[in-house]
């Protein structure tokens, strides 16, 4: 079977993945004023981005990708050949993305045996999804099965992330006031983290960047107890790579052969979590 898989741009695929030929990327956009973005992984354009978000108190607007591109995606499959499609969104909790894949690819279903993915995160979770997808199939799984083991590492890979402003997050509604207000008037860290239905909620409060750092050390401990087939981590951040860096540092001490993917949370994200957020991505390998 030849299967195509779709996924949005919050997923910042690396290059070898974005430039497969059977790999379809669906940007989002970012609204400032008057401007409107592409949602990004270049370097400099990010870069660019996060000293904008820094520099002003006007917060971007970010919206799903758009239909007419998805659907111009899908009439591609269908005049190259493909029989079926998977496709990979950001949580369906914190975006309408996966909902829109899903009312437009009800339109291919009699040409294309199509798999809908809710990642039930985003970033890095989604690419490794795609990479596993890949490896899945073409080691000639079915797809029932490829749907089940990708179903089963989105509900097991797990996100944190601390982020410096809370305000961002609260005005997209991503999470409540009262987490705001907790950060703001009792000055401490909150860890947020992707919960089991994919919303953003406060998963634990620490009082400085140093227990953040310690904290996530002991949640790999304690993934690395719980999978006995390992784990992968992924660090994401909004342009502060030296903190990031810092965390893969202090947890290489301990795990020296941990595998890491460190990289920007693209602007999408970035729009949400601000500026200096970081946060890692505890990725189970799929059971031998």
């Known amino acids: 079977m030849k299967t195509a898989y779709i996924i949005d741009s919050s997923s910042s695929i690396n290059e070898t993945l974005g430039n497969r030929s059977d790999v379809y990327v669906q940007n989002l956009e970012v609204t400032w004023g008057d401007t409107a973005y592409t949602d990004t992984t270049d370097l400099s354009l990010m870069k660019e981005f996060y000293q904008r978000l820094e520099s002003t108190e006007e917060l971007p607007k970010t919206s799903q990708p758009r239909q007419g591109k ?61 990479e596993y997808a890949i490896e899945l199939n073409e080691a000639g799984f079915d ?40 950060g703001s008037t009792l000055k401490i860290r909150p860890i947020l983290h992707f919960d089991d239905e994919g919303k953003v909620e406060v998963f634990e409060k620490v009082r400085t960047t140093k227990k953040v750092y310690q904290r996530y050390l002991t949640l790999v401990d304690e993934a690395v107890a719980k999978y006995p087939d390992g784990i992968d981590l992924a660090l994401a951040h909004g342009d502060c790579e030296d903190s990031a860096l810092e965390v893969k540092e202090l947890i290489l001490e301990k795990y020296p052969e941990m595998s890491f993917r460190v990289g920007y949370l693209t602007p999408v994200l970035g729009t949400h979590g601000g500026k200096n957020s970081l946060g890692i991505g505890i990725l189970p390998k799929l059971p031998k």
Do not use: C, P
Not at 72 to 77: L, T
Not at 93 to 122: C, P, V, W
Not at 153 to 173: M, P, T
């Open 143 to 182: 797809l029932d099965t490829i749907e089940e083991k990708l179903n089963w590492f989105s509900e097991q890979a797990r996100i944190y992330v601390v982020i410096e402003d809370l305000n961002a997050i609260v005005k997209g509604g991503r999470l409540s006031s009262f987490g705001a207000f907790l």
């Open 70 to 130: 998805l659907s111009e995606s899908f009439d591609d499959i269908v005049q190259k050949g493909f029989d079926s499609v998977i496709i990979i969104t950001l949580a369906s909790a914190i975006s309408g993305t996966y909902n829109t894949f899903r009312m437009i690819s009800e339109h291919y279903q009699k040409s294309l045996d199509i798999r809908m993915i809710d990642s039930k995160g985003t970033s890095y979770v989604e690419e490794r999804l795609l």
